[in-house]
């Protein structure tokens, strides 16, 4: 099972060499690095984005952006952090520690892992060059409804529909790969059952992935019909049904997700017990939860479409089926507690990500529930109030999921430990503006103000004030996570092989940094007692 | 080392089938939807082809409801179009007949088809169209209007709770290309 | 984009700073869900209520838990972890505990959901058409409709004026409503999706193009109601504002009787303009009005335009091309474009003029003028 990585030939210019080993490299290590700088680098343009709306809401009128331009951001926005900063960020993150934690010498189809990585760069660049394109980028949300999109969008939209099917081939190639690597190249003596959770929740995300990335392409497929070809799926005109493009987008969208979030629960059942210096809670019931939010996540898409005019039967059965989903999510979060419950914890800076995971993550799952119960629905719907929510559980859970992941594993990764009083800074003022710019959105949406609206009247202005500094604040302090991260590449204090007392794992009986080539003889599984002194 | 091998190359095959599988789900998605909305009458999506057989017998019951016309078009389509009769009180199981005036507006011959939609939409499994110029496309030379008859029933077992029905046809252009091709395929029947 | 640049106004910025600070300390701001004036939208308030002291319980006791843990279980209080890590009987009742909570909720939330989904026994059926970007209200019974604009003027959005009261929220012509009728909604578009959203009826309903969907609501209290579209429906989506005036029964039955005397008249004042021969001046003069009003936000007051999607008039082809053709655009719109119809909205004298202000204006020299006549026979 050896794997060719090392393409650094000899009598090559530096600068060739430099760009065949990382345009041509299959080893999982250099792919997870560029998937993970990938993310950063498309946070900062989304983040961008994201300041030109806030800088835009910050009091009423138009000040920078015209309504147009407001929607393109607006789309782009939610299109790059879902697509080019949370899932590569988790797929970076699977490609750098699944393989060493499962014990495997790299992944099971290198060389696929070399092309699904390569095909987003391009996917995004033509995705961002659509801003310059005559009428301008999709303006139609990162949902395109039609016949918003079909009829009405502009030209760059069919730009979009090729971005999106080469992001869809690409996370359903790398799916297929993390799948292929669990199933086949687990270290002798881990069952599937004694697999770490991250290993279990990316499984499972993978599935989700392999199974609804599709749809989408179907949905995108058929917007493009409509547009060039002719056909009528989504207008009532030729017999179809604009309402059909909401079920067949939502069958993907609601799987998507919790593709989104469940490497993050992933992350958070490896750091809790690590700093806890407690094994995970209820490992089992952790297992089965993410199992069934997976499951339960392909029959509840109807809750986003509460106000098209569904039959009852279906708003009840959606509703009914909503909630379950509080159960094993309450789950996980009793679990973790519990984990937390008479250990013996310390607080370096991923475990603080991760505590601030679990709280607002929480709060985003209440307002979750709130939001599955249809009258209440009605007032809440397509209000700020569900911009609130999935900002809360995408924000402080998924993109925080990734931070603490990159602070857990950096000084695996580069050898050096990172600086933590700046670690804690940059946790402290990401928490203070994430809590400023999205908690008064909850005020924002009950008091009627409808998202994705370029202005608004006058009783909103002084939340949506407190609202864009906040954003400014957590638009800052991630330059000072992208510091924090090169000057830990850079050097700083030697980490050990395990990095952490606590730690459980492969990963930590490596060396720190994690040679390029690892496990290529399998180790011991499990390690034995002695291999991880307690204190 | 070879079994493993093998087992890759089984699961890559099987995974690669069911994301091609999805793909193929999402688009079978289009025809379970129809089947979907027939049965449960989501939209009110009346088949605006399908012709309702006239029972042999009907029976006229004494129950009244109202039943309230509309008429749209779509845009661009330069036709005027709207319900003779705004609201008729009608009795269950009783043929009635009612019409839409149409005219074209425009200085040349434009096709249109009608696209019926029921509120409440699970009425429409009860509204059942004999004869109604949505079954067909609708071609009107410049300048030319007409009366466009409707001829429906409404089943006695109409849901107790419902008073009032509508009955909406949002009227569209159809594309010249598409006439074209129809033309064709009824001059081929 | 180039648009955006050329139009990046440096006032902006200067008003952005000096607005800056003395925002709008007039208006309390609102917290919490509107308690509305229908039996529904009270019942709904409940409802969030409930939910959210649910949330907040359970909430106090999660956290609560997790920060005494942090608390005593740090490692410098709490120096050697326990060991456990598994109970079977603990994961039985956070499982189940929580089933009943999610039961005790989703009882009144059903049965509030059956109450407002029961659109049967209405006094009076309201048809509410949304199109880019405004509503058309239509009342089935009473045989009589109109459009109703965002009165907002654009120097309010564009910070040349101080924004009024009800920024955003205002139209020129508001819907009316009976109290204590059960008024029926029936929604549906004319090219996108839409929603029509008014928080103190708690009634928000999608308008989707093609299809009719029904909503109902019964008011207590007379007054006025304001709400906005609530489904992304492209450029001025949040330029269509919604406004109800709801008066007594027998005000709202003399406001109907008067509505069909206004309608009589001014068909009577369409026929006086179309007996009249208008100068280029007159409808040049009323036509610059029309064109501010109604196309200037898509085609710019200079007739620009922004884009391909919104073409420019200024050397435009229609504008410059035959007649016939210029006055079909206008009056049917354009198929698969955002060109709407403006005969159903427009008199035949506002057609007529805003025709020949934009064969006449910037810079096009067609001196073509189009008589309120010309329109009536196209109609």
């Known amino acids: 099972m050896a794997v060719t990585a090392d393409h650094n030939i000899p009598n090559r210019s530096p600068l060739m060499a430099f760009l065949s080993r990382w345009l041509l490299t299959t080893n999982h290590k250099e792919i997870g690095t560029l998937y993970m700088w990938l993310s950063f680098v498309l946070f900062f343009i989304g983040g961008a984005m994201a300041m030109v709306i806030r800088m835009e809401l910050f009091q009423p009128g138009i000040q920078f952006a015209e309504p147009l331009l407001y929607n393109q951001m607006v789309t782009l926005h939610g299109l790059i952090m879902v697509f080019g900063v949370v899932m590569p960020g988790f797929v970076g993150l699977a490609n750098w520690q699944l393989p060493m934690m499962i014990g495997a010498p790299d992944m099971a189809l290198p060389r696929l892992n070399n092309f699904s990585f390569w095909i987003l760069p391009f996917a995004f660049t033509l995705l961002i060059s659509t801003l310059f394109m005559e009428g301008g980028a999709p303006n139609f949300g990162w949902t395109f409804y039609a016949p918003l999109s079909t009829t009405y969008g502009p030209p760059s939209t069919d730009v979009f529909i090729f971005g999106v099917h080469l992001m869809g081939i690409s996370s359903v190639l790398g799916a297929i790969n993390i799948i292929v690597t669990i199933f086949n190249l687990r270290v002798k003596g881990m069952t599937l059952m004694k697999m770490p959770l991250f290993v279990w929740t990316w499984l499972i995300t993978a599935f989700l992935l392999v199974m609804v990335m599709p749809v989408l392409a179907g949905a995108v497929t058929m917007v493009l019909t409509d547009r060039h070809f002719g056909t009528s799926f989504f207008a009532a005109a030729g017999g179809g049904d604009p309402l059909l493009f909401q079920h067949v987008f939502w069958f993907f969208g609601h799987p998507e997700v919790y593709i989104l979030i469940l490497p993050g629960f992933g992350i958070a059942s490896q750091i809790i017990p690590t700093f806890a210096r407690k094994k995970l809670f209820g490992y089992h019931s952790m297992v089965y939860a993410t199992a069934s939010i997976a499951i339960l996540s392909f029959v509840v898409w109807g809750h986003h479409m509460f106000t098209t005019g569904m039959p009852l039967t279906a708003e009840l059965f959606v509703m009914y089926a909503t909630m379950l989903i509080a159960v094993p999510t309450g789950v996980k979060v009793f679990n973790w507690v519990a984990t937390m419950w008479r250990g013996s914890i310390t607080f370096e800076t991923p475990m603080l990500f991760a505590l601030g995971f679990v709280i607002l993550f929480t709060i985003g799952g209440f307002s979750g529930l709130m939001l599955a119960l249809v009258p209440a629905d009605f007032q809440y719907h397509d209000t700020f109030f569900v911009v609130a929510h999935f900002h809360y559980v995408l924000y402080p859970g998924a993109i925080f999921g990734i931070m603490s992941a990159v602070y857990y594993w950096l000084p695996k990764w580069t050898g050096n430990m990172y600086d933590e009083r700046l670690g804690k800074i940059h946790f402290w003022t990401a928490i203070i503006g994430v809590n400023m710019t999205f908690f008064p959105m909850h005020f924002l949406g009950l008091a009627g103000m409808p998202r994705r609206i370029v202005d608004y009247s006058l009783q909103f202005a002084d939340f949506n004030m407190v609202a864009s500094f906040g954003a400014g604040m957590l638009g800052l302090t991630q330059v000072l996570f992208l510091y924090i991260v090169i000057k830990t590449i850079r050097g700083g204090k030697k980490a050990t092989g395990r990095v952490w007392e606590g730690a459980e794992g492969l990963e930590w009986t490596l060396a720190s940094p994690a040679p390029l080539h690892t496990f290529e003889t399998p180790p011991k599984f499990p390690t034995p007692e002695e291999d991880y002194p307690r204190d | ?189 | 984009m180039i648009s955006i640049t050329t139009r990046f106004r440096l006032h902006r910025c200067l008003t952005f700073f000096a607005l800056l600070g003395s925002s709008n300390m007039a208006f309390a701001a609102e917290m919490d869900m509107r308690a509305g004036v229908t039996d529904i939208s009270q019942r709904i308030l409940q409802l969030h209520h409930y939910s959210l002291a649910i949330c907040v319980v359970i909430g106090l006791l999660v956290f609560g838990t997790m920060f005494y843990s942090i608390y005593a279980h740090r490692r410098s209080k709490h120096p050697k972890p326990a060991t456990f890590h598994e109970s079977f009987r603990v994961e039985v009742i956070w499982t189940t505990v929580p089933v009943l909570i999610l039961i005790g909720l989703a009882i009144p939330a059903t049965s509030a959901l059956i109450d407002i989904e029961d659109n049967s026994d209405a006094d009076l059926t309201v048809l509410i058409t949304g199109s880019q970007w405004k509503w058309h209200y239509q009342y089935l019974e009473a045989d009589l409709g109109y459009y109703s604009n965002m009165a907002t003027p654009e120097e309010q959005i564009n910070n040349f004026e101080t924004k009024g009261r009800n920024y955003l929220l205002e139209v020129d012509r508001a819907l009316v409503l009976p109290t204590d009728k059960k008024v029926r909604f029936l929604t549906t578009a004319d090219d996108v999706i839409h929603s029509w959203w008014v928080p103190d009826f708690a009634v928000k309903q999608d308008a989707i193009p093609g299809y009719i969907n029904e909503a109902w609501t019964r008011i207590n209290t007379p007054g006025l109601y304001r709400g906005q579209c609530a489904e992304l429906c492209g450029k001025d989506h949040a330029y269509m504002p919604i406004e109800v005036e709801v008066l007594a029964e027998e005000e709202f039955d003399q406001w109907i009787v008067d509505q069909r005397l206004a309608i009589e008249l001014a068909s009577g004042q369409a026929v006086a303009d179309r007996a009249k021969t208008w100068t280029m001046a007159e409808l040049i003069d009323i036509g610059q009005q029309v064109f501010l009003d109604h196309c200037a936000t898509c085609h710019e007051a200079d007739g620009s335009g922004q884009g391909s999607t919104y073409p420019a008039l200024a050397g435009g082809e229609i504008p410059n091309g035959p007649m016939a053709a210029h006055i079909n655009q206008v009056m049917n719109g354009a198929v698969d474009t955002e060109m709407q119809a403006w005969a159903p909205q427009l008199s035949d004298l506002e057609l007529a003029s805003v025709i020949t202000y934009e064969r006449n204006a910037f810079g096009n020299t067609t001196a073509d003028i189009v008589q309120p006549i010309t329109i009536f026979e196209a109609r």
């Open chain 2, 1 to 189: 080392m070879t079994k493993n091998r093998n087992n890759q190359r089984k699961h890559t095959i099987l995974l690669s089938g069911l994301a091609v599988g999805m793909l193929g789900f999402a688009f079978a998605l289009v025809p379970l939807y129809a089947i979907f909305c027939e049965v449960t009458g989501i939209n009110g999506k009346t088949y605006a082809q399908e012709i309702d057989d006239t029972p042999a017998v009907l029976q006229v019951s004494e129950r009244e409801v109202t039943i309230q016309f509309l008429g749209q078009v779509g845009r661009g389509m330069p036709w005027e179009f709207r319900p003779m009769d705004t609201q008729l009180k009608v009795r269950l199981g009783e043929i009635n007949l009612t019409s839409y005036y149409a005219r074209n507006r425009a200085t040349q011959a434009v096709t249109g088809q009608a696209v019926p939609s029921v509120s409440p939409f699970y009425a429409s499994n009860y509204l059942h169209k004999i004869e109604c110029f949505c079954f067909t496309q609708q071609l009107l030379e410049a300048g030319e209007e007409q009366q466009m008859s409707l001829r429906f029933y409404i089943d006695e077992d109409l849901p107790e709770e419902i008073k009032t029905l509508t009955l909406s046809y949002a009227l569209f252009e159809v594309p010249e290309l598409e006439v074209a091709s129809l033309t064709l395929t009824n001059n081929l029947q």
